[in-house]
């Protein structure tokens, strides 16, 4: 089946930039791309009431002209493009989660208005990140873009989530006809105080962990290059303080981040809690959350 891509829409800053990323995906892809506005009702909320007591709501007839003009850009941007666009009734997580079900990937922006303000930074956020049913790419209006021709970064733990992540991370790095650079993020070295005994115990644990992370990267390259022969692959180490750290820092030279929801060690609830606040406010290029198509 020949999925969509689908981008939220609300004629936000944030969501433009999302609008113009989700357009690259689908030329690259050779897909279709569905600008998608969902609406609420504007009255009933803030009070004892239930919106839909009142009907269904009515597409707004500026945010129908809004769609229209965004597609309009896109399609003289971007050779072609087949773009659609429509308002769906709804709050704009289930919207989003719905319109998954049938796309290859979903593209929204950090911030946004209406229904997707606070995209992925609170309730629907979470909502989107636990439950799409494919691919979602989150992309910040101050780094749209990343660095075009940089790398696709994946963050690997050996945990079966980062195992989705590395092979969609590698898709899109082929796609991009681009590197795919796999990220083990580790502990900082301990200091040593000049001990014998603590000096040798300090080298053991590190010999340890080099070669726990050198057998890591080596079973996900070997993973990747089962599934993806024409991908360039590298393999990139990396110590900090967190892992949230070391993945943004990362970032810095690529063209795209890419996660997995779920994950062991500082992995665990990467896209639920501190760590993906950190990668999704802060990385230096889009950030691709990994999901299986289901």
Same mark, same amino acid.
């Given at each position: 089946?020949?999925?969509?891509?689908?981008?939220?829409?609300?004629?936000?800053?944030?969501?433009?930039?999302? %609008?113009?990323?989700?357009?690259?995906?689908?030329?690259?892809?050779?897909?279709?791309?569905?600008?998608?506005?969902?609406?609420?009702? *504007?009255?009933?909320?803030?009070?004892?009431?239930?919106?839909?007591?009142?009907?269904?709501?009515?597409?707004?007839?500026?945010?129908?002209?809004?769609?229209? +003009?965004?597609?309009?850009?896109?399609?003289?941007?971007?050779?072609?493009?087949?773009?659609?666009?429509?308002?769906?009734?709804?709050?704009?997580?289930?919207?989003?989660?719905?319109?998954?079900?049938?796309?290859?990937?979903?593209? #929204?922006?950090?911030?946004?208005?209406?229904?997707?303000?606070?995209?992925?930074?609170?309730? $629907?956020?979470?909502?989107? %990140?636990?439950?799409?049913?494919?691919? #979602?790419?989150?992309?910040?209006?101050?780094?749209?873009? /990343?660095?075009?021709?940089? *790398?696709?970064? $994946?963050?690997?733990?050996?945990?079966?989530?980062?195992?989705?992540?590395?092979?969609?991370? %590698?898709?899109?790095?082929?796609? +991009?006809?681009?590197?795919?650079?796999?990220?083990?993020? /580790?502990?900082?070295?301990?200091?040593?105080?000049?001990?014998?005994?603590?000096?040798?115990?300090?080298?053991?644990?590190?010999?340890?962990?080099?070669?726990?992370?050198?057998?890591?990267?080596?079973?996900?390259?070997?993973?990747?290059?089962?599934?993806? *022969?024409?991908?360039?692959?590298?393999?990139?180490?990396?110590?900090?303080? /967190?892992?949230?750290?070391?993945?943004?820092?990362?970032?810095?030279?690529?063209?795209?981040?890419?996660?997995?929801?779920? /994950?062991?060690?500082?992995?665990?609830?990467?896209?639920?809690?501190?760590?993906?606040?950190?990668?999704?406010?802060?990385?230096?290029?889009?950030?691709? $959350?990994?999901?299986?198509?289901?």
């Amino acid at each position: 089946m020949n999925r969509p891509v689908v981008v939220g829409v609300d004629g936000s800053p944030a969501s433009l930039a999302a %609008a113009e990323q989700a357009a690259h995906a689908a030329v690259l892809r050779g897909a279709s791309l569905h600008l998608v506005h969902g609406y609420l009702h *504007p009255l009933g909320y803030g009070v004892p009431l239930n919106p839909y007591d009142l009907g269904v709501p009515a597409p707004s007839q500026e945010a129908q002209r809004m769609l229209e +003009r965004t597609a309009a850009e896109l399609t003289d941007r971007w050779s072609g493009l087949t773009v659609q666009a429509r308002q769906v009734a709804g709050g704009a997580g289930a919207t989003l989660v719905e319109e998954s079900r049938r796309a290859d990937l979903v593209v #929204v922006g950090s911030r946004g208005l209406g229904g997707f303000a606070g995209l992925l930074l609170g309730s $629907v956020g979470a909502q989107v %990140a636990a439950h799409a049913h494919c691919p #979602v790419l989150v992309v910040r209006p101050e780094t749209p873009a /990343g660095r075009p021709d940089g *790398p696709v970064l $994946v963050g690997v733990d050996g945990s079966p989530a980062a195992g989705v992540a590395a092979d969609q991370a %590698a898709a899109e790095a082929v796609r +991009r006809g681009v590197p795919l650079v796999l990220v083990h993020v /580790g502990p900082t070295p301990p200091e040593r105080d000049g001990a014998d005994t603590e000096q040798a115990d300090t080298e053991q644990a590190e010999a340890t962990y080099r070669a726990h992370a050198v057998r890591l990267l080596a079973e996900a390259s070997a993973a990747v290059r089962a599934d993806h *022969p024409d991908v360039v692959l590298r393999e990139h180490p990396v110590r900090a303080v /967190g892992v949230a750290q070391g993945l943004v820092e990362a970032s810095a030279t690529a063209s795209v981040l890419a996660v997995g929801t779920r /994950g062991r060690g500082g992995f665990t609830g990467l896209l639920l809690g501190s760590v993906s606040q950190a990668v999704v406010q802060h990385a230096h290029c889009p950030v691709l $959350v990994a999901h299986p198509y289901r």
